[in-house]
């Protein structure tokens, strides 16, 4: 499958964290977000997280680590959720289920435009960024390698499926330091509740993004 023409990419976090991106006008690097001692719920794997802030670098960008960049997936539903909503991974800090994470989809060219206007470093990995081995590019033109297949793949995993599914759909976009909070196009959320509660959120910004009940994002 061809990469889309107009390519989505979607960064999730816990709610509680939204107060301090509206507050910085940006989200910020796992890095960023330590050394800062911003409040909120931090989602995701300790020992991944850790393997990301101090061991791996990205090939495209010698001596910048993965931790260092803001992340996003190429889809909603991620792999990284379905562990999230499961709640019973060893590695897993955060057990609070996915009712409280919400998804944040930006456009990936306009995300690259800005990067290469404020001369910040960008790059796309074809799996997991948080594993012992992945393949970064820093190049659109090889938007192609990413496994399309995968990415939109709702089966990811299980008898007769392809351990390089599983690899594809965890591609990700990783953006040097932060990311603005004005390219966020749209904010999905999981419930009414929710929605109301980040409604009030965003009232009093600047920049609203559009917000959605989005069932189907999520497991």
Request: with cysteine.
């Amino acid at each position: 499958m061809p990469a889309p023409r107009q390519p989505k990419i979607y960064h999730i976090l816990h709610v509680d964290r939204l107060a301090s991106v509206l507050a910085c006008g940006e989200l910020l690097s796992d890095a960023q977000v330590i050394a800062n001692r911003l409040p909120g719920t931090m989602i995701g794997m300790s020992s991944i997280k850790r393997r990301r802030l101090e061991h791996n670098f990205l090939e495209s960008h010698p001596g910048l680590k993965v931790g260092e960049c803001v992340p996003f997936y190429f889809c909603p539903r991620s792999v990284m959720l379905y562990l999230i909503y499961q709640g019973n991974h060893e590695e897993l800090t955060y057990r609070g289920g996915q009712g409280k994470i919400i998804h944040l989809e930006c456009d990936l060219y306009e995300a690259v435009n800005w990067a290469r206007q404020f001369n910040r470093r960008w790059a796309f990995t074809l799996s997991n960024a948080g594993s012992f081995y992945f393949e970064d590019r820093a190049n659109l033109s090889c938007l192609d390698e990413v496994n399309w297949t995968a990415v939109a793949a709702n089966r990811w995993s299980g008898p007769g499926v392809d351990t390089s599914i599983k690899e594809g759909k965890q591609a990700e976009f990783l953006m040097e330091g932060s990311f603005p909070w004005q390219l966020v196009e749209r904010v999905g959320v999981p419930s009414l509740a929710l929605y109301h509660h980040v409604s009030g959120l965003l009232s009093e910004n600047s920049h609203r993004p559009r917000l959605e009940i989005l069932n189907e994002w999520y497991y």
